[in-house]
């Protein structure tokens, strides 16, 4: 049984507890953050923490806590439910007012903050990042502004339960020819050497771990590319790999069916992968 956080209070799961009229459950009307947690310490946590700002900012949303706050409620969740490996996952909505109303409540509304951890031992050792994993494409239908980190996330559960349907394990999503990113993750290429992945603009989210990997890889001299990249061209690379908080850098084997390389991950997402978690544990907070 889990301690969860919600609204100042730290309380046993099963008593936790928001409003039906709560924004988040009708009008996805939210924004979240999923940061991991390895040894007992955050992975990433300052970077987490400015893109929850710039999202609340971007919906004219209240920030609910400041930095210093955020940090404590997550190592004292880490802490009360001892957890070694795992995530944190945050959510804070634009809070719940007296009815139902498409038009924003007043400013005075209290924001709902909620914070859970999920514990995942071994997470950093996942043998899948081993064997690699296939990705189908689906067509990308979400909103404009994937920039943001809201909780609206029917359509990338839709993509996943594709992919499963098809045997695959996750979905890139394609929009005019060019791969956006992945269902919950940043994706890339590999080919003759230069790392691809999509420029920021609205189309993605601005991955935190995207981040911290292009600055290592840019730093261990290897060639960068932020462009889109055609589904084509994903499909003949060397390597492909996506990443995110919760699978760092992991390799992709196959796109729609098609083989990439020899079927097994390639020495560049391998590196990456490798790099990626010793310099962020040594940065852990
Ligand atoms: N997802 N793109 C999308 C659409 C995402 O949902 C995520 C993260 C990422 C990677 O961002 P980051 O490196 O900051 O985790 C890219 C989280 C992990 C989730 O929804 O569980």
Do not use: C
């Not at 919906?59 to 940090?71: I, Y």
């Not at 559960?157 to 098809?166: E, F, G, I, L, Q």
């Amino acid at each position: 049984m889990r301690t969860v956080y919600v609204n100042g209070q730290y309380v046993p799961e099963q008593e936790a507890v928001v409003s039906v009229f709560d924004r988040g459950f009708l009008f996805a009307d939210g924004v979240y953050e999923v940061v991991s947690v390895l040894s007992g310490k955050l992975i990433d946590f300052a970077a987490h923490a400015a893109r929850l700002k710039r999202s609340l900012g971007e919906l004219d949303m209240r920030v609910p806590v400041d930095d210093d706050e955020l940090l404590e409620i997550h190592r004292e969740l880490v802490q009360l439910n001892e957890i070694e490996d795992g995530l944190v996952y945050l959510q804070v909505t634009r809070g719940a007012p007296a009815d139902r109303d498409f038009a924003y409540p007043d400013a005075g509304t209290e924001p709902t903050i909620v914070l859970f951890t999920q514990s995942k031992p071994g997470l950093a050792d996942s043998p899948v990042a081993k064997s690699g994993i296939r990705v189908i494409t689906v067509p990308d239908q979400r909103w404009g502004r994937r920039d943001i980190k809201t909780v609206q996330l029917l359509y990338p559960s839709m993509a996943k339960m594709m992919a499963k349907a098809a045997g695959a394990d996750d979905a890139w999503m394609v929009e005019d020819g060019s791969v956006t990113e992945g269902t919950s993750n940043n994706a890339y290429i590999v080919k003759d050497g230069a790392i691809v992945t999509r420029h920021l603009s609205t189309d993605i989210l601005h991955g935190i771990t995207r981040a911290a990997v292009l600055r290592f890889a840019r730093e261990a001299q290897m060639r960068v590319e932020e462009r889109a990249f055609t589904l084509d061209e994903a499909k003949t690379a060397d390597e492909a790999f996506v990443t995110s908080a919760s699978a760092f850098v992991m390799p992709v084997v196959e796109i729609d069916g098609a083989t990439l390389g020899d079927g097994t991950p390639g020495p560049v997402a391998a590196r990456l992968r490798e790099i990626y978690l010793e310099e962020s544990r040594k940065a852990a907070v």
